[in-house]
Structures are given as structure tokens and as C-alpha cells.
């Protein structure tokens, strides 16, 4: 396809770049720093991209958190910005371009991508973005280097989107994944358990998918939002008659598919008592290694009810999402509440592990903060 040269930094394969950046450098278990870095090179197959907008995800708080990783790293995956600086083997990505960018793409060759088991596959397991030190994302700095292995997630953000339109296609895509392993027929009738951020985009996705929510959630904030966002029934998880409300909804029939945006025992065990037979629970939520929970095995045997587990993103639903984010038939932005400057970045962390009834999906931006999306 011809593309027409809109400005000469388009021509050309880089802009005036600085030669040190700001980045929020991890030192340790919950030790965020500010720090000046020198600004990263790239190779020839490789892009420079200045971040614009990079969401905050509870895998990156846990890892800071917990100290579960070596220091030091820059961590932050959710990553939009523009193209500043293109290699020599670069092609059809341009300086100039805004895009959306995946920290990890399977290779689509090997025994676990035939299997469609992308986060297996060892090419996703290597993270292609970094903004210095062990590649961690970078997301949380001015500038990161892309590398040629994850290339093939680089979606070009239209024009009339934000940057963070384009930041929330990687948790979109983890999540649209998780209810496509669902097999649901039109009408059917889903719980998601938990109206956060990822609850919410359960919700949205499922009601466009032409399923009946049923939404739960212990906050009335996060209901009303179940509500805003599609949910055809909205019901209080602490209702000690949830049981029977979740009953009374599917006419006694039984939920089609449950979806658990928490690891919990007690509503992991209802979600699945609740089921019909041959319905599904999906655990969508963050565990740690060595978790377990009772279930009651002839209900995943006799009655059919599996329990499935999904995790990050599956790269052919890449452009579905992007037409569903772009088009704002899913319109992503009133699910950021709060952008925060790359120097706030240790507290926009600290709201996203503790969230409040009026936070959901956290942004940092590098340079200025440009203010409220939503
Ligand atoms: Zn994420
Ligand atoms: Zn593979």
C-alpha cells in the first residue's frame, strides 16, 4: 500500500532524541526511584518509542510488591506512544506513527501456539520491550526500545483515539480471550464475580457479545458501574440469598458460565454450585503458586462443570479488539479514572493495589500528565 509522507520526520528515521530519559526504576521489594537513565539504543530491527501513556496492571504490582523479580528493571506494559526512531530493517512502521505496543508475542510456529497455548509458548515468555536493565516492559520511562520478536503486536492507534484507548488493548485482549474459551450461544447467561476493572471489561465484552450478565461485587459503586457497563442483572456478592437469587435469574436452570475476577474459596465454590450442568467456571483472577481451594470434584466430573484458567493475551484476537476499542463500539475511556505523572508512579501503584469505590483502571504518563481522559 502507498502511504503518503505527511511530514518530513515521517521521512527520516528519527526525531531530535535527547540522550538521557527519566524512568522509574524498580531497586527493589516496593523501592520506586525517579532516576535519570541514559535513553535506550536500538538495532536495526528495532523501534524507539516515546511513551505516551502506559496503564497500570496488578502483574507488575505484584512483582513490586512481593519483590518477586531481581532489581533493578523498568517495569510497565501497557504501553502506547509514537514512533521516534525506526531501524534500518524496519518496515511499514514509521517515525511519527502513535501505536499500541505487546511486550510479548508468541511465535505462532511452535507446539504450544498450535495449540493456541500463546502465554506457553517460550518466544511470549521473552519480553521485547525495555527501557533499560533487564527488559521488563519499560513502560513506566519517557522512551522504550521495541525488539523485532514482538514487532508483530505494534498496532498503529487511529488518529481520532487516545493514547489510552490504545494502552488498554493488551488487557482487553487478555480478557476477550478468557470468554472465547467460554463456547457461549447467543443469550446465554454469565456471572462475572467482581466489578473492577477487569470484572467491568467481562462485563462489557459478554453484553456484546449478546450474553445476560449477571454482575456481583461487594462495593454499590462498583454495582452501579456493572450496570453502566451492560450487566442485566446486578446483585450484592455479600447477599447471604445470593445463591437463590443467582437460581431465581436462570428461572432454576443454572448459570451457563461463571467468571471469578477474585480468587476466593467461598464465591469460587458458589460460582460453581451455581452452574447448570455442562457450564464453565473460568478463574480469571490473580493467584499465587501453591494457592488451593476445595472443589467438589463431581460437579467438574458428573455434572460436567469445568474449571478453566486464562492468562494474558492471544495475538489473532489482536485485531478484534482493536476495531472493538478503536471504534469505541467498546468505548474504554470511562474506565480510567486516574492519570498520573511518570514521577507519581510509585502512588498511582500504591491506588491500583488499593483500590477505592471511585478508582478503577490507572494510567501513567511520561513527561506532563495531560489531565483526566474520561
Ligand atoms: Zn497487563
Ligand atoms: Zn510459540
Avoid at 157 to 166: A, L
Amino acid at each position: 500500500m502507498c502511504r503518503k509522507p505527511i511530514s518530513v520526520a515521517e521521512n527520516s528515521r528519527h526525531m531530535p532524541l535527547p540522550k538521557t530519559m527519566r524512568a522509574v526504576v524498580y531497586r527493589g521489594k516496593g523501592d520506586l526511584r525517579l532516576e535519570t537513565v541514559p535513553l535506550p539504543s536500538i538495532r536495526s530491527g528495532d523501534l524507539l518509542v516515546r511513551v505516551a501513556a502506559c496503564g497500570v496492571c496488578p502483574t507488575d504490582i505484584k512483582k513490586i510488591q512481593y519483590g518477586t523479580v531481581p532489581p533493578p528493571r523498568i517495569f510497565g506494559h501497557e504501553t502506547a506512544g509514537t514512533i521516534v526512531k525506526t531501524g534500518a530493517l524496519v518496515r511499514n512502521l514509521y517515525v511519527g506513527d502513535r501505536v499500541a505496543l505487546h511486550h510479548h508475542v508468541p511465535c505462532q510456529k511452535c507446539h504450544f501456539c498450535r495449540h493456541k497455548a500463546f502465554a506457553q509458548c517460550t518466544t511470549y515468555k521473552r519480553t521485547g520491550i525495555t527501557a533499560g536493565f533487564e527488559p521488563a516492559g519499560g513502560g513506566f520511562a519517557e522512551y522504550v526500545r521495541v525488539m523485532p520478536f514482538v514487532l508483530a503486536g505494534v498496532v498503529k492507534i487511529p488518529r481520532r483515539n487516545d493514547f489510552v484507548e490504545g494502552a488498554m488493548l493488551e488487557p482487553i485482549n487478555t480478557v476477550l480471550k478468557a470468554v472465547r474459551q467460554l463456547s457461549l450461544l447467543g443469550n446465554d447467561t454469565v456471572l462475572v464475580v467482581g466489578q473492577g476493572p477487569i470484572g467491568l471489561m467481562f462485563t462489557r465484552l459478554l453484553t456484546l457479545a449478546g450474553m445476560q450478565v449477571i454482575a456481583t461485587d461487594l462495593i454499590p459503586e462498583r454495582r452501579s458501574l456493572g450496570r453502566r457497563f451492560g450487566a442485566w442483572r446486578v446483585l450484592n456478592a455479600a447477599d447471604p440469598d445470593l445463591s437463590e437469587q443467582l437460581h431465581r435469574a436462570t428461572r432454576g436452570r443454572g448459570l451457563d458460565a461463571s467468571i471469578l475476577t477474585v480468587a476466593a474459596d467461598a464465591p469460587l465454590r458458589q460460582a460453581q454450585t451455581a452452574l447448570r450442568g455442562g457450564g464453565t467456571l473460568q478463574l480469571f483472577a490473580h493467584t499465587v503458586r501453591g494457592q488451593t481451594t476445595a472443589l467438589d470434584l463431581s460437579q467438574v466430573c458428573v455434572d460436567e462443570k469445568p474449571l478453566l484458567g486464562s492468562y494474558s493475551a492471544d495475538v489473532t484476537l489482536q485485531s478484534t479488539v482493536a476495531r472493538l476499542v478503536f471504534s469505541r463500539q467498546f468505548d474504554v475511556r470511562p474506565l480510567i479514572t486516574h492519570e498520573f505523572g511518570l514521577e507519581q508512579t510509585a502512588a498511582a501503584i500504591e491506588l491500583a493495589a488499593h483500590p477505592t469505590p471511585d478508582s478503577l483502571k490507572i494510567i501513567v504518563s511520561a513527561g506532563t500528565a495531560t489531565g483526566p481522559i474520561a
